[in-house]
């Protein structure tokens, strides 16, 4: 943020300002802010229109330049305003972090809506399996012949198949989340441990854990649940690489500041990162990749990130993610009180 005089000169600039141009506050104080933008027109005609009275703001997608770096660009999108003493207010927004809050909104949306969706049809699924189960038990007693129970033996094992993925459709929401302060480290390393017992050769599972973040406030079971998830849907797209001895997985934390989640303000969260080196998330899933049933893997229910997706949603957190062939991140954040 900057504010400007009518001829555009800075006469203010935050510390944010600073460190995205790379240059001090010293520096830009009596110095058109034209300079830092790709294309200063933009901002001069702005400018004009404010004093003409023709806006009460104005917006504009523009550059803005990294000077120390010589010569790179951020896309911003800037916003002018009428300040106080006569002066602009002039706010530049990384437009990446918009595009991001807004994919992000978008996922949180989507997933909710079908993960009642699948909910309410797995509650109207189970009930009749029982029936179907019982009076194919019943059938089979009174068959006169055995080799008939074959067939009864089929419909019972198809039953429990669909059973146990109505169980794992309502898993998040079955148990209340029982709360406590909760150390990360410990979550993550019993999900190392688990994996390593899994995949004893060909994949390395990396730490790079912040020692000083404090406890959490959260379920423990499911902390476990969420990033056993995580790791084991990164471990089986690293399938061809850890048959080459080269599949690799960080599990990183940190501490975040000045964090947003769900709309509110944190002055701290834990950061949660789960890295792979694996082929990247196919483009015709990444639209939906939170929702119930949605895989990109043959035989598999795309339950894992969905679940994730609810325990998340249920630590008051969010998850958010980036890929490219050859690296795939996941990030979990959470509050800290």
């Known amino acids: 943020m900057a504010l400007v005089d009518d001829a555009g000169c800075c006469r203010f600039v935050n510390t944010a300002f600073e460190a995205a141009t790379g240059l001090s506050r010293r520096h830009w104080l009596g110095t058109p802010l034209t300079e830092a933008l790709e294309d200063g027109a933009l901002l001069q005609t702005a400018l004009a229109s404010l004093r003409a009275g023709s806006w009460d703001a104005r917006r504009f997608d523009a550059r803005l330049l990294a000077l120390h770096q010589g010569g790179g660009a951020l896309p911003v999108q800037v916003s002018v305003g009428q300040g106080d003493a006569g002066l602009w207010v002039v706010e530049l927004t990384e437009t990446s972090h918009l595009s991001r809050w807004a994919r992000q909104a978008r ?42 129970r074959e067939y009864t033996d089929v419909i019972i094992g198809e039953a429990d198949r669909l059973q146990a993925l109505v169980d794992r459709l309502l898993a998040p929401h079955r148990h209340a989340s029982r709360m406590a302060p909760v150390n990360i480290h410990e979550a993550c390393e019993r999900v190392r441990a688990l994996m390593v017992a899994e995949f004893p050769k060909g994949l390395a599972i990396r730490r790079d854990y912040d020692a000083s973040l404090p ?11 969420m990033v056993l998830n995580l790791v084991r849907n990164a471990a089986q797209a690293l399938a061809p690489r850890i048959a080459a001895g080269d599949a ?14 769900h709309r509110q303000r944190h002055k701290l969260a834990l950061e949660l990162q789960v890295h792979d080196n694996g082929p990247g998330i196919p483009e015709a899933l990444r639209e939906r990749l939170f929702q119930p049933l949605a895989s990109g893997r043959e035989g598999g229910f795309g339950l894992g990130l ?28 959470f509050p800290l009180e």
Do not use: C, Y
């Open 107 to 148: 996922e949180d949306e989507d997933a909710q809506g079908a993960h009642e969706l699948v909910r309410n049809l797995a509650h109207e699924i189970k009930n009749p399996l029982g029936g179907l189960r019982g009076a194919a038990q019943l059938l089979a007693l009174d068959l006169p012949d055995a080799a008939l």
């Open 248 to 261: 690799d997985i960080l599990l990183r934390t940190r501490a975040a500041r000045q964090v947003t989640l």
């Open 306 to 333: 969905a679940m994730v997706h609810a325990l998340v949603q249920r630590h008051h957190g969010a998850v958010t993610w980036d890929s490219a062939p050859g690296h795939t991140v996941f990030t979990l954040q």
């Open 215 to 225: 406890d959490m406030q959260g379920d423990a079971e499911q902390l476990i649940q």
